[in-house]
């Protein structure tokens, strides 16, 4: 098919879903990982690892020039400045240092280039997003490998991913343009492709590919379900109702209505994208994750997203565990953890959650929505202290008479809220982000900021009772809440 026919096709696709030609060519890429991925199983599973690299950069390439053209050259940059530093200085704490500059510098300018419109766009960023975790995460774990051998201690995580050497140039080309995680992630480390291409993650017992097809097949057809219902419902709760006067007129209990119902919609196409591209990943076998306590194999080690935690949660801590999952551990484990030295949790959970904001794009809305962000978790912990530590509040909680009902109110109220940050994360626009949250008397705020307020009331009417029951119950929270 010549590139005019494709481009034709594409058009065409686009006008009849009503969708962009870019997410049409997006979406595309990600379902043909599924073919790419079959051909892998049945030709190139267990031959030289060369041959594999071979082929992922092949295909990657090609999957980049069909989405951005000659756009192409700006991964491959990124790839060669970093490989030139990893032989040069790798290891130390200058190549760490420089490799986070130089990564975030080159996505910054991806991000001040002139754009056609002032919405979000799918260009060469896009991918460039994951390249510069990706690449950073390298130069890290070449990082701890230097340690390791100088007897450092490291933590099991970063044990797991530790390298003794720096990869050859073919092999961080591999990684970097596997078709399973280019285009829009999950992460994974370098270890874990060199365990795959090395047949590590073959069927034990054959040697053959994994029994990964049925599982992978499994994680299309939900994506599939998520991207149908966002192409559906979305044309119910478009973006730019936001800001038409309609909406800003309305009551308060039905923007706020729409704000829960919107911002679930919203995050369909995001699922589905992950889900699709995670399948891909699976049925290669590169998501295999060991054994769980009854011997069956684990296939959730390139999982982006727990559909269940995303369905059901009812805190923001339990939706944030089940969305964007890599993502989330790559900020815990090279960012948060490495700000251990501030000696103070909420100042690197900021600084991390602005890592983050900057590493999305340099719109205002990205940062207000990670502000939001921030102040969600922090006002469940603190009410969530109150209620563990007061027999009759905790009781109440975990009550099954009153579970349902107290679990539907939360569910509400966090959706709501992680609603109301994804304006900014949506319209990015301070003007339009701004019209909203004016529209809507900035109520998350103003509840969110004024906890330390009306906190002390509470615990007033709910005094924490200092138990050895409830102490030990309150010491394995705060343990638990360290770990997530």
């Not at 201690?153 to 003794?164: G, I, P």
């Not at 301070?430 to 009306?454: E, R």
């Amino acid at each position: 098919m010549e590139a005019n026919e494709a481009d034709g096709i594409i058009s065409f696709i686009a006008r009849s879903i009503g969708a962009q030609e870019n997410a049409v060519r997006l979406l595309t890429s990600l379902f043909l990982g599924y073919p790419f991925a079959f051909f892998h199983r049945q030709f190139l599973h267990g031959k030289a690892a060369i041959l594999q690299h071979l082929y992922f950069i092949s295909v990657g390439l090609w999957i980049c020039y069909f989405n951005f053209g000659f756009a192409v050259i700006h991964s491959l940059a990124n790839i060669l400045l970093i490989y030139v530093l990893l032989v040069t200085v790798g290891g130390t704490q200058l190549s760490v240092g420089l490799a986070l500059i130089g990564n975030m510098s080159y996505l910054l300018y991806g991000y001040l280039l002139p754009k056609d419109t002032d919405n979000y766009d799918i260009s060469w960023t896009t991918p460039h997003c994951v390249l510069t975790l990706r690449l950073t995460s390298l130069v890290f774990d070449i990082y701890d490998g230097r340690r390791k051998q100088n007897n450092a201690k490291l933590s099991a995580e970063q044990e797991s991913t530790a390298l003794d050497k720096v990869p050859s140039l073919i092999e961080i080309l591999g990684q970097t343009y596997y078709f399973g995680g280019f285009m829009v992630g999950p992460q994974f480390s370098m270890r874990r492709y060199l365990d795959f291409v090395n047949g590590e993650f073959s069927d034990k017992i054959t040697g053959g590919p994994p029994a990964s097809v049925k599982p992978g097949l499994s994680r299309l057809v939900l994506g599939l379900c998520y991207t149908l219902l966002f192409q559906i419902l979305s044309v119910y709760t478009p973006d730019s109702y936001l800001t038409d006067p309609e909406f800003l007129n309305s009551t308060l209990l039905y923007k706020l209505l729409y704000i829960l119902i919107w911002g679930r919609v919203f995050l369909f196409k995001y699922n589905g994208c992950w889900l699709i591209t995670e399948g891909a990943c699976l049925v290669t076998g590169l998501s295999y994750n060991g054994k769980d306590k009854n011997g069956n194999d684990l296939w959730d080690g390139c999982a982006n997203i727990i559909p269940y935690y995303c369905e059901v949660g009812d805190t923001g801590q339990k939706l944030i565990q089940g969305f964007n999952i890599n993502t989330n551990l790559w900020m815990a484990k090279y960012v948060f953890k490495r700000l251990k030295f501030l000696g103070n949790k909420d100042l690197s959970q900021l600084c991390t959650l602005l890592f983050l904001a900057v590493w999305h794009g340099t719109n205002s809305g990205y940062f207000i929505n990670f502000c939001l962000e921030f102040l969600i978790i922090k006002c469940e912990r603190e009410v969530g202290s109150v209620v563990d530590l007061n027999p009759t509040l905790h009781a109440i909680h975990t009550s099954k008479l009153t579970y349902p009902i107290i679990w539907f109110i939360k569910r509400c109220c966090i959706l709501i809220g992680l609603g109301y940050a994804l304006i900014g994360f949506a319209l990015l626009d301070f003007d339009k982000w701004l019209t909203v949250y004016n529209g809507t008397y900035w109520l998350p705020f103003i509840i969110y900021l004024t906890v330390p307020i009306w906190k002390v009331p509470l615990k007033v009417i709910f005094p924490p009772v200092k138990s050895r029951q409830n102490g030990e119950q309150n010491h394995n929270t705060d343990k638990q809440s360290k770990t997530e």
